[in-house]
């Protein structure tokens, strides 16, 4: 069963953030069936490191467009880029060590972040970016 449904709602109007955005909730869905699939600790580190690492390229991907096109509300949307950053790290790290596992609680975490930060955060940006041409 799927965490995140795509659906046109999460479309922002930029194709390259709609496509990343795509593959995260794709990302996030794998994770989310190893996990109750009952993958092992080796499957789901697999899983969680390129969700991790792919975040980061996103973000970057993100902050470049918010730097090239004067975006003015782009310190506050870092901010919650690297505030999830930060989260994840630190479960990750957890995991890493054994001291914690991926649960129904952290994948409910995750789809609610991804689903508030796209519909709201994103949301804002991709329209001041359409505004300025960019699609």
Not at 33 to 60: C, P, W
Not at 72 to 86: G, N, R, S, T, V
Not at 93 to 101: E, H, I, R
Not at 116 to 122: A, E, M, N, P, S
Request: charged share 30%.
């Amino acid at each position: 069963m799927s965490l995140l449904n795509w659906s046109s709602a999460f479309c922002v109007g930029v194709k390259e953030i709609d496509d990343q955005h795509k593959k995260l909730v794709d990302m996030a869905n794998r994770l989310n069936d190893a996990m109750q699939i009952g993958q092992g600790r080796e499957s789901l580190s697999k899983v969680l490191n390129e969700l991790v690492d792919y975040t980061v390229y996103h973000f970057g991907t993100e902050e470049k467009l918010m730097g090239l096109h004067q975006y003015p509300f782009q310190a506050a949307h870092k901010e919650e880029h690297k505030k999830l950053i930060q989260d994840v790290g630190a479960f990750k790290a957890k995991f890493d060590k054994g001291d914690a596992a991926i649960t129904s609680e952290i994948m409910n975490f995750l789809r609610d972040w991804l689903t508030k930060h796209i519909l709201g955060t994103d949301k804002k940006f991709a329209k001041d970016l359409n505004e300025k041409g960019v699609h």
